[in-house]
């Protein structure tokens, strides 16, 4: 049963850290989206990535947020320094992106607490 | 850019009551739809989805949706609720020939009380 995985799944810093967040996405998928996820915005989308090229990132605040993928098998969202603001739960989630098979599979989450 | 709007915020039923979750989309040309729910302290699963033909799309756990071109609309359906139909759930629209960024709507929060 492939799944997208993501670490942490909890994650509690202090204001200014750096903090790493790491996703792998099923294998096979060739689009990447990263989301946040906070009551009062809803879901949001941050940054999207097409055969690990970023093609959208205009959702991500780029002065403390930045998404990676390093290969194929690995997608990064770093936020450097993390602010209060930041709390939220951060999906990462991937698809095939084609034809009918467009629908994307979401990882469990990483729950960030910035104190 | 399309949009996606959910009227209903809050929905609280009872057990076996029937449901359906508004959904409209703004976008003049082809799209796929989906509806994804997120159980509490989950992620988000699909439900169900529509690409072509049936516009009436059947899903899982007796969920069905309805695809009305002419009204814009994919709204969720399930003829009798039951307790663990709690949770979230998000539509969200596809733009065919698109940059294959889905759009999706805030939610609406289910409540089913036993």
């Known amino acids: 049963d492939a799944r997208v995985t993501q670490t942490p799944r909890h994650k509690v810093t202090e204001m200014g850290q750096e903090v790493t967040m790491r996703c792998q996405p099923i294998?096979?998928?060739?689009?990447v989206f990263w989301y946040r996820q906070t009551m009062m915005q809803g879901l949001e989308l941050l940054a999207y990535f097409r055969n690990r090229a970023p093609l959208d990132d205009s959702g991500m605040p780029k002065d403390r947020f930045s998404a990676e993928m390093p290969d194929a098998t690995l997608a990064t969202l770093k936020i450097q320094p993390s602010e209060p603001r930041d709390s939220a739960v951060y999906f990462c989630?991937?698809?095939?992106?084609?034809?009918?098979?467009?629908?994307?599979?979401f990882g469990p989450g990483t729950r960030l607490t910035v104190l | 850019a399309q949009s996606v709007s959910q009227h209903n915020h809050h929905v609280i039923l009872s057990e076996a009551a029937s449901l359906e979750l508004g959904c409209n989309y703004s976008y003049g040309g082809t799209v796929n739809l989906f509806w994804y729910v997120q159980y509490p302290g989950q992620h988000l699963q699909l439900l169900l989805k529509?690409?072509?033909?049936?516009?009436l799309v059947k899903g899982i756990k007796g969920f069905e949706a309805e695809f009305i071109k002419s009204k814009f609309s994919f709204n969720l359906r399930k003829p009798s609720v039951q307790w663990s139909d709690t949770a979230e759930y998000f539509c969200?629209?596809?733009?065919?020939?698109?940059?294959?960024?889905?759009?999706f709507g805030r939610g609406t929060s289910l409540i089913v009380h036993p």
């Open positions: 529509y690409f072509s033909g049936d516009p």
């Open positions: 294998l096979g998928h060739n689009t």
């Open positions: 989630a991937s698809g095939l992106g084609i034809g009918s098979y467009n629908e994307q599979f």
């Open positions: 969200a629209v596809l733009a065919s020939g698109g940059s294959y960024i889905p759009t």
